[in-house]
DNA sequence: CTGTTAGCGCATTCAG
DNA sequence: CTGAATGCGCTAACAG
């Protein structure tokens, strides 16, 4: 490459990295054309390990078509990302051997910061910390507590669930049922949504419980909404952990002949669009507008920053809607 | 890190590699001791710069939240990558510059092979040709042709999908409209799937043609079919470009007093599981099992030979998959 | 304006 | 069995 163009390597690293020391417009244009001819790239590991950056960061997701508001949050990471001249990859986490796996990768130094958003168990407590302590800048989306030296997102959950719920007692129904992620079932305590749910029935003194899996996919959550509509007592309410699952529940409540919210009232949580189309349209809970750029401002405020900036915390907003399916 | 365990940094590479050069054991656990104190993990720029190798596999992917047959994709990748001892990175392209940002990664070279999923146009073949041309070792899902240096998995998209249009035709349907993806409207001549749907019509002498948009989003197809299905001259079938379209399709048909299939039938594309659980089940075009072991194992194969073997083709088997929809 | 040089952190010879 | 030395491809500082 230098020699084709008959320069130093030096040369054709200021040409090619666009920095300002000046080079004579004849020299500058023999390098980017030798570099075109041969196709010519730098290699990234070697200015990474040189320049001790990457000019990358990474998004960690639980899957791929998992949560459809972490379109979103890719989205508006990757628009941020192209405006300050960083790439982004992003890393899948569906289980615990790739939680680790993710960690390593992290650890190796894929990226300069990271951006975080595990929903489950699978990424433990003590990875999360012990990637923190690196030093490596991230934002941690979730209701982890207790994590020094990043940003947390958090999103009050519990109370916005037990709102629903709340909403579902006051509305005269007393057999609710919660079909919730697998997850959350394992459990010892519960947290989150689930969580919103029992605390819901206990300020009502609502001793009965019905807790169910299934929010994880839409024929599951099908399934188990048809047991459980077919049950002689069954359920005068369905609360779903996700509108997915929610949306199977009114299908099957459809498919039985029930009326919703007449015979069964079903909300969901996630406030994704497809709730607007459903018939009836579906109560749920979640953010009234999906928007990550303060949640991926806080990744490049601490990316750009010359020393490790006090941890900051932003609390998503979230809220009952309610619409015709309650 | 070689300091506090009082070895040279050689030593510390071996035992951390876990090469076959003999260790002692005294000094071996010494070296692991102060990693794990240190919390030590071997830079990855600075070992694939020496080694010439990253051990990474790259994904790359239209969206996150695409295709939902991605995800298997996705974990066919994950679980032989992590059998052989490589991780994977994941791209997302979604439009022109993520296609031109991607492909800027991959030259970087973030990976040792990548794996490439983009349905549309994003990914302009030139892109790509030029990638395949780094000798970088890739497998690409699409039907690209002409396409030199790496191994193509195609599918018969046009010809099971005319397949499904015919069926149609022979069950009596005349206005039969197909609402496309956004890409194939703005293509200068009919591919894949409206391919399909042009070749069949063309066949039993049907002229008119009714194609609009709106099969990327669930929402945007509630919408187009609530339109098509509201004209005086209503379809008798929709056949969509996506299953999820089609099963809005459904919905709408449903809201407006229609039944399925009696006043309209629905076809989708893609054989998700979610069709059997719509009302009625969804006819559909797509494969009968959705498993992409055979087109990872091409991409791996390719890693470990030790030179560029020969590029070979798979093509994958779509059929028409009748259900109660049409 | 351009070339020379010294590492970045690691894996790998080659000596000991 | 272990250490010292070399260089992967690049950038930044320094000479010219």
Redesign the pocket.
Known sequence: ?AELA??????V?YV??G?D????A??RQRVLDAARQLGYT??QA??S????RTQRVCLVLSSFGGVPADVRLATDLHEMADARGYSVVTLSVYDEARAQAAVEVLRGGIADGALIHVVGDHLAHDLLAGLAATGLPMVVLGNESGLKGCDLVRTPEAEACAEAVEHLLQTGRRRIAYMAHRFEVYRDKPMGRLLGYTTALDRHGVKERIVTGGADDRVAAYQTATELLSSPDRPDAIFAASDRAAISAIWAARDLGLSVPGDVAVVGVGNIDEGLISNPQLSTVGPLRHDYTDVVRLLFDRLQAEEPPPAREIVRSWTFVRRGSS
Chains 1, 2 share one sequence.
């Open positions: 490459m008959n320069v130093s390597v030096a040369t690293s090619l990295s920095k020391r000046p080079v004579a004849e020299t730098p290699n070697a200015r390990l040189r320049k001790r």
